[in-house]
């Protein structure tokens, strides 16, 4: 079984990418000097570096490379080695110009950025694994090696290629994911339009048409897209596994759903052998820590609830959005304790050193180009000491409260064109949904759904357009088994086809709902309708208004006006031992929690003391003990109740029945037994 963990390294993880081809050899020594006054463990290293390492066909120049990695050895760094296959050469270019990706109106792309790679080309694939090859031959069991790291952030900014050899490769995908043309035509629904093909040969990608395409072609081509670039990792990983046995393989994600939606991460999560993730706040008017934490609870559902580890983030402004603040003094170890807290075994930073040129020197780093009489760098090198201050935290496991189900297919689904209103995104679904658990103080579970929901009281569907025939069977399942679950509107719908499912709305899950949905009437933009419910409670909701008919479901909220006015807006329905909630609307964050506390109750889960707004509690737990961490994310003093005693691991200092944490802290306490 391949090893899980970066091999050799005993701490946790703190580092960043080191890109020493930008700068003279002379640096290096001072780089190497400062990392070791910073407390740096690991260093990602070679993953922009292909052109240096083989400047011409099959003459590899591995000579700083070997100096570099001697280097770090020698001062104790450990090192993220990559296959740096996300920047082919110019000369590969040159020799083989439709290895670049050609856009769906197609437009062929041109050298001079990054990830510009048609993945289907035999051209890239033959390369890729060359120098793979040579890498793994060359440093498969170097003492400094640590990971190895395939390639950069998969499905970024290329997803997908329309050339005619992607052509032909989704051809012979769709021979062996449906069999016959005939199965194809079934699939998509090809009567429709008078789209029906008779050979494999007739079948393109979705290319740019005059007006929409057919759905279920677009759907499988995303499948096809990102079952293409996996192909192309596992490629890689194997060869590794092959010439370096012992050292564990990973690609780093972008689970965020602000930051990558064309990547099915349930599937990768099963093929690296640790999973890693980058992660940059979004700064878009939304409190980013609530981003944060979903996002690191995501990278660890991925992971199957193991620890992963954040192998990049910033430490302070990035450059590539309209507007890139600074972060707050204090808000860079905020940050990455929060990773901490929800599963990661370290911190690692885009990048080590800040460039000086290139499309991000406006990006901050650990070593700014104000040099270490900086902020910035003053807080990297507390941040490594608290950092060792919670190695015993290493191993265990973040512990959830509630389980969130979201699939990536279904996304791409009710991403396509000719929906009912381009103002309901399942993105925005999700969010608020997590925002109103998040505010709770709950943790969260994200779950496929057809996983086993037996661990969970309480299951939120925030958004699944496409839920097949055993993910409706599995939510029905777990409700009359005694779980709760909620369900938000647009949900059930199509198979894993984009057909609609046979019969009334919502198809796979009207059963466990208990009710039908005659018709959906969406909202214009700025319309809102009024809900009301219990004790005479009232509601705002906008975007999206349904027809609802109770079969078997009680109406516990009704639309007060509106097109539904009069109907059930949210209801209840009691199915075997447990409970499932529907809501037809769209309810922001904070009108959610009346829906969640509803639903918290029906699932037994009590209040979490009086935490302020803003104030994190998340729990880790293993063999090595139990660590509450604790993070205060207000402009205020913050007081956390505590079941018994323990000791405050950043600062030493015992506590008992109460943990105070000052305002933008983090406090971390191993408990008692």
């Not at 990559?82 to 437009?107: C, K, M, N, Q």
């Not at 973040?398 to 990536?408: I, K, R, S």
């Amino acid at each position: 079984m391949p090893q899980t963990t970066p091999k050799g390294l005993n701490r946790l993880a703190f580092g960043g990418d080191y890109n020493p081809e930008q700068w003279p050899e002379s640096v290096w020594q001072e780089d190497v000097r400062l990392m070791r006054e910073a407390g740096v463990t690991l260093v990602s290293v070679g993953i922009f570096s292909w052109a240096l390492l083989e400047p011409e066909p099959d003459r590899y120049d591995f000579g700083w490379l070997d100096r570099l990695l001697g280097l770090l050895h020698g001062h104790g760094i450990r090192v993220d080695l990559a296959t740096p296959t996300v920047a082919p050469p110019a000369w590969f270019y040159r020799a083989h110009p439709d290895a670049l990706p050609v856009s769906r109106e197609g437009v062929r792309y041109s050298f001079g950025s990054r990830g510009a790679i048609c993945h289907s080309s035999p051209a890239y694939r033959e390369a890729a694994a060359r120098i793979t090859t040579e890498l793994a031959r060359r440093y498969g069991s170097h003492p400094a090696l640590a990971l190895w790291h395939v390639h950069n952030e998969y499905g970024v900014p290329v997803s997908a290629c329309y050339c005619d050899g992607c052509a032909a490769h989704f051809r012979r995908w769709l021979a062996a994911r449906h069999g016959s043309v005939d199965a194809v035509n079934e699939a998509w629904g090809t009567a429709f339009w008078g789209q029906r093909y008779t050979s494999y040969e007739q079948i393109d990608p979705p290319r740019l048409t005059p007006t929409a395409g057919n759905p279920a072609q677009l759907l499988d081509y995303r499948r096809f897209a990102d079952a293409t670039l996996r192909e192309n990792f596992v490629s890689e990983r194997d060869i590794l596994h092959r010439l370096s046995p012992g050292v564990p393989v990973t690609t780093n994600f972008m689970t965020a759903l602000s930051q990558c939606d064309s990547i099915d991460y349930w599937a990768w999560g099963r093929e690296v052998d640790l999973v890693t993730n980058d992660h940059y706040l979004m700064t878009d008017g939304r409190r980013t820590h609530v981003n944060l934490a979903m996002a690191a609870d995501l990278t660890r559902s991925v992971a199957g609830g193991a620890p992963w580890l954040l192998l990049e983030h910033s430490t302070s402004g990035v450059n590539w959005q309209p507007r890139n603040p600074a972060k707050r003094p204090g808000e860079m170890a905020r940050n990455s304790l929060a990773h901490v807290a929800r599963g990661s075994e370290g911190a690692m930073f885009f990048q080590w050193r800040q460039s000086r040129r290139g499309a991000e020197k406006f990006h901050s780093s650990m070593l700014p180009h104000g040099g270490t009489d900086t902020r910035v760098w003053r807080e990297v090198v507390r941040l490594s000491a608290d950092l060792d201050a919670l190695a015993a935290v290493r191993g265990t496991r973040t512990v959830a409260d509630v389980a969130m189900v979201w699939d990536w297919q279904s996304w791409w689904a009710q991403s396509l064109e000719w929906r009912p209103s381009e103002a309901h995104e399942a993105r925005e679904r999700a969010d608020s949904f997590y925002e109103s658990l998040y505010d709770r103080h709950l943790t969260v579970d994200f779950t496929h759904p057809e996983a086993d929901l037996s661990a969970y009281p309480l299951v939120v569907v925030p958004a699944l357009y496409l839920a097949t025939e055993a993910a409706g069977r599995n939510l029905r399942e777990y409700v009359e088994s005694g779980g709760t679950l909620v369900v938000s509107y647009f949900s059930g719908i199509v198979d894993e086809h984009d057909a609609v499912h046979p019969g009334p709305y919502p198809g796979a899950l009207r059963d466990v709902l208990g009710l039908t949905v005659e018709e959906w009437s969406p909202l214009l933009d700025g319309e809102s309708v009024r809900i009301d419910g219990p004790g005479g409670a009232s509601l705002t909701a906008d975007v999206w208004t349904e027809f609802v008919v109770p079969r078997g479901a009680e109406s516990v909220w009704t639309y007060a006006d509106g097109p539904a006015a009069g109907g059930p807006a949210v209801t209840r329905h009691r199915l075997g031992r447990g409970t499932a909630w529907y809501v037809s609307t769209r309810l922001d964050a904070a009108s959610l929690d009346t829906i969640a506390a509803a639903a918290c109750e029906d699932a037994g889960i009590g209040a979490r003391g009086a935490l302020p707004r803003d104030v994190e509690v998340v729990h880790r737990c293993g063999d090595g003990g139990r660590y509450l961490f604790a993070l205060n994310h207000s402009g205020q003093e913050a007081e956390v109740a505590l079941t018994g005693s323990g000791t405050e691991l950043l600062g030493g200092a015992a506590v008992n029945g109460k943990l105070t944490v000052p305002a933008g802290a983090v406090r971390v306490v191993r408990l008692d037994a």
